[in-house]
């Protein structure tokens, strides 16, 4: 079971690792088409990951409630919604293609700020993946290793493209290509890190898991609304990443269908 347990938490990083080496491979800029569709990809598969891979578990864990089974799991969801909302305003980072950073005013470079920006959005991923292996550790009703293994490569199949959206524009604003693809992978790191975490507490959360559950999906949700549906929609033929956004949300639906 261990072992299990830490391949589900390595796969989402070994995807982010695979697309920040993607700078090795690629030209210095990446075309707006091609950050859009890959920004709407990632998009898809967190959204379907929120819903098949968080939510509905949270409410069939809740089924004793009756009717109101949604309860944990809506509470766990603006819990997760307000706490993004926090780190929001707290971490100073830069969204890609802005010039405005947010958060707490600092002194830190751009460049640092963008890696800050894609870390934020990657903690909720690594406490999605965390609380489902810990329900599956402590005997979780409604979990299964397929399933927990499912939401592992889908958050690692959406990472790919988020390690590659990073590391390649901090290559073109002058940093080397091993610097980029090393601050590109660095991004990736909170993932494991928080997921570990959420295990090691695994005793206290059981009890709550569907509330911890629903918290994932409504941070996960935040961070596709506030920030990865503004940057796939921005600009002219904003339809490759509403494509790309079904394509991805699809991709994830299967994974978790197929292996769930």
Request: charged residues 10%; without cysteine; negative net charge.
């Given at each position: 079971m261990n072992l299990i347990i830490f391949q589900g938490l390595m796969i989402p990083f070994i995807g982010t690792t695979l697309g920040a080496a993607c700078v090795f491979l690629m030209k210095e800029q990446m075309s707006e088409g091609l950050q859009r569709a890959l920004t709407g990809f990632a998009a898809g598969v967190m959204v379907a990951a929120s819903v098949w891979s968080l939510l509905i578990p949270a409410m069939e864990q809740s089924a004793h409630l009756g009717r109101l089974a949604f309860l944990p799991a809506v509470g766990g969801f603006w819990g997760g919604t307000a706490f993004m909302l926090l780190l929001d305003e707290l971490i100073p980072h830069l969204h890609l293609d802005e010039d405005q950073p947010e958060g707490l005013k600092s002194h830190l470079a751009k460049t640092t700020m963008m890696v800050l920006a894609v870390t934020l959005h990657n903690i909720p991923e690594g406490m999605a993946v965390g609380?489902?292996?810990?329900?599956?550790?402590?005997?979780g009703k409604s979990m299964t290793v397929s399933g927990a293994m499912a939401l592992s490569v889908?958050?690692?199949?959406?990472?790919?493209?988020?390690?590659?959206?990073?590391s390649m524009p901090l290559r073109a604003?002058?940093?080397?290509?091993?610097?980029?693809?090393?601050?590109?992978?660095?991004?990736g790191a909170v993932?494991?890190?928080?997921?570990?975490?959420?295990?090691?507490?695994?005793?206290?959360?059981?009890?709550?898991?569907?509330?911890?559950l629903g918290f994932a999906a409504g941070a996960m949700l935040y961070v596709v609304v506030e920030e990865l549906v503004p940057e796939m929609s921005v600009g002219a033929h904003s339809n490759v990443g509403v494509m790309m956004f079904a394509l991805g949300f699809s991709v994830m639906m299967i994974l978790d269908v197929v292996f769930g």
């Open positions: 609380a489902v292996y810990a329900g599956l550790l402590l005997g889908g958050i690692a199949i959406q990472n790919f493209p988020e390690g590659t959206i990073i604003a002058g940093q080397s290509k091993a610097k980029a693809f090393l601050s590109g992978t660095g991004s993932e494991p890190a928080a997921a570990l975490l959420t295990i090691l507490f695994a005793d206290l959360i059981v009890p709550v898991l569907p509330a911890l």
